[in-house]
């Protein structure tokens, strides 16, 4: 399993696998061909069906241009066989390059033995949390313990960077007004909301607050913001939330925050590992779902959750996502993107406080509801995973 610096990426939205992968894939491709003449790059299957709804074309485009002229052929019928978001990328008539955006903003060129474009090195021996509960069972300490044996203190760093950001999105999304761009002119929602709860009495008054700064994070990345995918772009607003509520409202140290984002992280990576965090792969159970289960396992532990708590509530986080479509209506990360963020955080508050109030065991892991998320990603129907062919995404008569 790599280093959380491969699942935390910071960058601008709206879509990691739709926007900041593209972006990346053609700034890689630009370093091989710096002198090229003409760049011809070709979308596949779901990164044609949505891309210009997440700004696909124009994030390469962004990008190669400053070398050579750029021209996008869509093929939204056509699917590469390794993933959903396959790309061409072909210079001057010749040595074409076929890479995918996996999700998380992460690229692979989908040959069996090749490894995943530009990570770094497996760090991690163990990538099951039913090992990694195991030895925290055995040697008395929690997830980021093993994050911090297997990253190294370093990782604190990096990890102190992740939050800044996190809460930067947070306060730039809640001072914000307007509408996020694209043809749907929705209004931003996090200020008023932020302003409303302010009049609630307890405990209403902290599930608006929840409520406004998922919106904050989440309107910031369908405005193009920069923000933290946590696992992806799309479901950005989930674990920022639930930190900025727990860190602001709740008086916990800093120290404290990084080391729940650490937990937080560990059970992505695990999914990213085991089964998939994109959602033109595996549906939103893969990004939304993650997220609350990220947020579920952050919170959890803030709260002085044991381990078994914290995979408890990390596991109800994700469950109840399984089977959830990706039909963003114009391929924008909007509808339903925005309303999915503000929910997943309360389900995972509601996570937490169950899993708080149990002695954490249950009879359905963690490792089990990824390989069935896994299972049912891959079951559903290619029209409801990112490609704007189904579900919300159609018009229906009012």
């Given amino acids: 399993m790599k280093s959380l610096r491969e699942l935390f990426r910071i960058g601008k939205g709206p879509s990691s696998s739709h926007t900041m992968g593209p972006a990346k894939a053609a700034q890689i491709y630009a370093e091989r061909h710096p002198e090229a003449k003409c760049f011809e790059v070709t979308l596949y299957g779901s990164l044609a069906a949505t891309g210009k709804g997440h700004l696909t074309d124009i994030a390469i485009i962004n990008v190669l241009?400053?070398?050579?002229?750029?021209?996008?052929?869509?093929?939204?019928?056509?699917?590469?066989?390794?993933?959903?978001?396959?790309?061409?990328?072909?210079?001057?008539?010749?040595?074409?390059?076929?890479?995918?955006?996996?999700?998380?903003?992460?690229?692979?060129?989908?040959?069996?033995?090749?490894?995943?474009?530009?990570?770094?090195a497996e760090v991690y021996e163990m990538n099951k949390i039913k090992d990694i509960l195991e030895w925290c069972k055995q040697n008395g300490?929690?997830?980021?313990?093993?994050?911090?044996?297997?990253?190294?203190?370093?990782?604190?760093?990096?990890?102190?960077?992740?939050?800044?950001?996190?809460?930067?999105?947070?306060?730039?999304?809640?001072?914000?007004?307007?509408s996020v761009p694209g043809p749907l002119g929705l209004p931003r929602k996090a200020a008023s909301t932020y302003q409303k709860a302010q009049d609630f009495r307890e405990p209403?008054?902290?599930?608006?607050?929840?409520?406004?700064?998922?919106?904050?994070?989440?309107?910031?990345?369908?405005?193009?913001?920069?923000?933290?995918?946590?696992?992806?772009?799309?479901?950005?607003?989930?674990?920022?939330?639930?930190?900025?509520?727990y860190f602001h409202?709740?008086?916990f140290s800093e120290q404290r925050i990084l080391r729940a984002l650490a937990t937080a992280g560990l059970f992505g990576n695990v999914v990213k590992q085991n089964a998939s965090i994109s959602g033109a792969e595996v549906g939103c159970q893969g990004e939304v779902g993650v997220a609350c289960a990220m947020a579920a396992a952050a919170g959890c532990q803030l709260c002085g959750g044991s381990p078994s708590q914290i995979e408890y509530a990390a596991e109800m986080g994700l469950e109840h996502h399984l089977g959830m479509t990706?039909?963003?209506?114009?391929?924008?990360?909007?509808?339903?993107?925005?309303?999915?963020?503000?929910?997943?955080?309360?389900?995972?508050?509601?996570?937490?406080?169950?899993?708080?109030t149990s002695d954490g065991t249950h009879r359905i892991s963690f490792d089990h509801v990824v390989q069935?998320?896994?299972?049912?990603?891959?079951?559903?129907?290619?029209?409801?995973?990112?490609?704007?062919?189904?579900?919300?995404?159609l018009k229906y008569e009012e």
């Fill in 204 to 245: 209403l008054k902290s599930r608006g607050m929840l409520y406004a700064y998922a919106l904050a994070v989440i309107e910031e990345n369908a405005s193009g913001g920069t923000i933290v995918t946590a696992p992806t772009c799309g479901s950005c607003g989930v674990v920022a939330a639930t930190l900025y509520q």
């Fill in 249 to 251: 409202q709740y008086a």
């Fill in 65 to 120: 241009s400053k070398i050579a002229p750029v021209e996008i052929i869509w093929k939204p019928r056509i699917t590469l066989p390794f993933h959903p978001n396959g790309m061409i990328f072909t210079a001057d008539d010749g040595d074409p390059w076929t890479v995918y955006s996996v999700g998380g903003g992460a690229l692979s060129e989908g040959k069996p033995d090749s490894d995943m474009v530009d990570a770094g």
């Fill in 141 to 178: 300490r929690c997830y980021w313990e093993y994050v911090e044996q297997c990253e190294g203190p370093e990782i604190w760093d990096y990890l102190r960077e992740v939050w800044a950001t996190m809460q930067d999105a947070v306060e730039r999304g809640l001072d914000a007004e307007g």
């Fill in 326 to 356: 990706c039909d963003p209506i114009c391929g924008l990360v909007q509808i339903p993107c925005i309303e999915r963020n503000v929910f997943a955080a309360a389900r995972a508050a509601d996570s937490i406080l169950y899993a708080i």
């Fill in 372 to 393: 069935v998320m896994k299972r049912t990603g891959h079951d559903l129907p290619s029209l409801y995973k990112e490609t704007s062919q189904g579900g919300l995404a």
